[in-house]
């Protein structure tokens, strides 16, 4: 599995892509910091940026590399390698490869900036971790799709739909809700469905963890006693894992069964 986890990372470092989305990151921080008058506002920019660019991108990089690669992994299961490292090593190199130019073209301008010798720190580095952990959930979510769908005109569309529904539709389907229930305490019912998908649930923690909470009213008071606290981080960590893990799961049981 490390060899083909190798060979996917140093593969897909060499690809053109990822470095037009290692410098995408790396001159929008830079922009934001320049424009931006403080470095919190910069961050809460950064975010509104990497919630709809970071999930868009992973599904459909991840959607394009799976079918890109239907001949390699011919070749890779004639050998005797088990299908379940050979699936992994690829997924765990396209996460790795993605991770690493979205971690590092952001960090540079903020560094540079001098992002640790100020009290937005932990900002910053709450920024990152909700970047890789979209990067890895939309990623599983783009092989689920890849898997499940020989036709690769299908699979792009499936993975353009799955985005469309996680990060415009299911905030218009949030409202309806809370539209047609306004006469009942909507807390927890608006807690459940912000922690249902992956993008809501990092924009709000994001959101939570900084100075703009504040701008939240109740709604934030009531989310940060939530996110605030350790039942709530581990709330977070536990769905954050199900996205990644259910996906993953049924990838390697339906690979090892394909028929290729």
């Not at 809501?200 to 100075?211: A, C, E, K, V």
């Not at 606290?229 to 993953?248: A, E, H, Y």
Request: glycine share 6%.
């Amino acid at each position: 599995m490390l060899k083909v986890l190798k060979y996917s990372f140093f593969d897909l470092l060499r690809s053109r892509w990822t470095y037009l989305y290692f410098l995408f990151f790396l001159v929008s921080a830079a922009t934001l910091l320049y424009l931006s008058s403080g470095t919190s506002v910069a961050v809460i920019s950064m975010m509104n940026l990497e919630i709809i660019l970071i999930p868009l991108v992973s599904i459909m990089f991840g959607t394009i590399y799976y079918y890109q690669n239907a001949d390699f992994n011919k070749l890779l299961l004639s050998l005797p390698i088990k299908r379940s490292k050979v699936f992994l090593g690829q997924y765990l190199g396209i996460v790795a490869s993605l991770g690493f130019s979205f971690v590092l073209g952001i960090s540079i301008p903020f560094i540079v900036y001098g992002i640790f010798y100020t009290s937005y720190w932990d900002d910053f580095l709450y920024l990152l971790i909700v970047g890789v952990i979209l990067t890895t959930i939309f990623l599983s979510l783009s092989f689920l799709i890849g898997v499940n769908n020989t036709n690769k005109m299908k699979g792009f569309g499936l993975s353009i739909l799955t985005w469309l529904m996680l990060a415009v539709i299911y905030d218009g389907i949030v409202l309806f809700v809370l539209f047609l229930m306004e006469q009942y305490p909507l807390e927890k019912i608006t807690l459940i469905l912000t922690i249902l998908n992956p993008i809501d649930l990092g924009r709000t923690f994001i959101m939570l963890q900084s100075d703009q909470a504040a701008l939240l009213g109740f709604t934030g008071a009531v989310f940060r006693n939530f996110f605030g606290t350790k039942t709530g981080i581990s709330v977070i960590s536990f769905v954050s894992l199900l996205w990644v893990g259910i996906p993953l799961y049924y990838n390697i049981k339906k690979f090892k069964m394909k028929d290729f």
